[in-house]
């Protein structure tokens, strides 16, 4: 599926690195909230250092799959969504700041640009 996307951010290994990505961002030990960042650019590579682009990666790998391929990743992420959830805070002003706020990962509190 990574190689017949036509999508920029789709690419061979791409679905292993957007995991990677969510569990790292998850990987804090402790009660406190995670705060997700932006990405200082969009480009392929940089574009992941914002969680919600990874989650939005996989979303769309989620939507491409075969049906099988598709309920194995499903199960990992729903299990990181949980998490992500239960981590981060509600962002109140999301349909003002976020370009995709009907998705609810992207409707969560931020902290800046990543490394900064």
Known sequence: MEWRSGDYY???GTTAR???RYQEF??????????PRYARCSCRG????????????????????PPRPR???KRRVMFLDAAYLGRTLPDPFAHQRQWRSDLWWRRRLADGEEGG
């Open 10 to 12: 789709v690419y061979p």
């Open 71 to 73: 309920l194995e990743l």
């Open 18 to 20: 957007a995991l990677r």
């Open 46 to 65: 940089c574009s992941f250092d914002d969680v919600r682009h990874a989650r939005d990666v996989l979303e769309q790998i989620l939507q491409e799959l």
């Open 26 to 35: 998850l990987a804090p030990q402790g009660c406190r909230p995670l705060y």
